[in-house]
């Protein structure tokens, strides 16, 4: 519009470029929402895939560290997803050196989540203990450990979901877990193979 030589905007121009304007704001506050919302998605699955690897290495670390309660009887025990060992950790307490202590430990998969118990000291040997369970890992959709056994060809091993050796430990361990991922579709499977130093291969016939 020109008016005594002057330029500028009618009110349907200013209302027209107003709209646009809306719609360039709009758009980019949605792609930036979108931004955000996969960024906070992508943190929380990183967040949950190191909490499950660290849990994974917990357990790792006290298998490593298993050993027989006697030579006669290992107290090695895993039934109805319940895994109990005899291992030696250390327990950081006041006034206390980080010295290694013999622990009991329990391991078990209930209702989507992991526990875990630990029997340090004398309690490791009462079974009047009553410690309290731990949930170290929620939104566990599968707990699966295997033990290996060799063949009586021993050219390789097979896998057991159970150790019925009373008198040994495992030589080797493989722990399958997976997880749900929040707000996501996606799990997350996680495989660990853990070697004890004072376990043994026991053979085993294939059927």
């Not at 020109?2 to 330029?7: A, D, R, S, V, Y």
């Not at 029997?119 to 009462?126: D, E, H, I, N, T």
């Not at 203990?129 to 959709?141: P, Q």
């Not at 080797?172 to 130093?197: C, D, G, M, W, Y």
Request: hydrophobic share 40%; net charge neutral.
């Amino acid at each position: 519009m020109k008016k005594n030589g002057l330029t500028g905007l009618t009110f349907v121009e200013l209302l027209v470029a107003i709209s646009i304007f809306c719609v360039i704001v709009a758009s980019l506050y949605s792609t930036l929402r979108v931004g955000l919302s996969a960024y906070r998605k992508g943190e929380q699955l990183l967040e949950r895939n190191q909490k499950a690897r660290l849990c994974l290495d917990s357990l790792a670390l006290d298998l490593r560290n298993a050993y027989s309660f006697s030579d006669k009887e290992s107290k090695f025990i895993f039934q109805d997803d319940l895994l109990s060992f005899y291992t030696l950790k250390k327990l950081h307490a006041a006034g206390v050196k980080n010295n290694l202590n013999i622990c009991k430990v329990e391991y078990w998969f209930e209702e989507g989540n992991l526990f875990r118990k630990i029997y340090p000291g004398k309690s490791a040997f009462s079974d009047s203990a009553k410690d309290k369970a731990d949930i170290i890992l929620d939104n566990v959709v599968k707990l699966k450990i295997e033990f290996a056994y060799k063949t009586e060809a021993e050219d390789k091993l097979i896998w057991k979901d159970e150790w019925k050796q009373t008198d040994s430990l495992p030589m080797l361990v493989r722990i399958e877990l997976e997880l749900n991922a929040p707000n996501s579709n996606q799990a997350i499977e996680l495989t660990k193979f853990v070697n004890l130093a004072l376990g043994q291969l026991v053979e085993e016939k294939e059927k």
